[in-house]
């Protein structure tokens, strides 16, 4: 992460031709040992563009820049990607229509 963070850093103030941080701290990695704590941060990120103020809650599984977006549309999903954690964490819902609209419902309903 250090060097794709530093590559990246230079070739953007080469390109746009400034300088100073582009990134502030050092990157940091946690192991999510718990289910509930995963589960509390999946909803965290998939707030993040709403706390940005990007979207509102109702249109974020329109906003395909946020992780939700994979998470309701089931089809465009890497195989590699399993959105269950996010389903089970607030009841055990299934990854089916209702159980992702149910999950949106919760999303509204969380502090902004």
């Known amino acids: 992460m250090r060097w794709l ?3 990246f850093a ?21 192991i999510v040992e718990e289910d509930n704590y995963l589960g509390a941060l999946l909803h965290y990120v ?7 103020s ?12 946020s992780s939700y977006w994979y998470l309701h549309n089931k089809p465009k999903r890497p195989a590699f990607m399993d959105c269950t954690a996010a389903l089970e964490a607030i009841g ?8 992702r609209k149910d999950y949106l419902d919760y999303l509204k309903w969380l502090p902004k």
Do not use: C, I
């Open 54 to 65: 990007m979207t509102s809650v109702e249109p974020l599984k329109d906003y395909r820049w």
């Open 46 to 52: 998939h707030l993040n563009p709403v706390r940005a």
């Open 5 to 7: 963070q530093s590559t």
């Open 10 to 30: 230079n070739r953007y103030h080469r390109f746009r031709k400034v300088d100073g941080k582009l990134f502030q701290g050092r990157y940091k990695s946690l």
């Open 92 to 99: 055990g819902l299934a990854d089916t229509p209702k159980g």
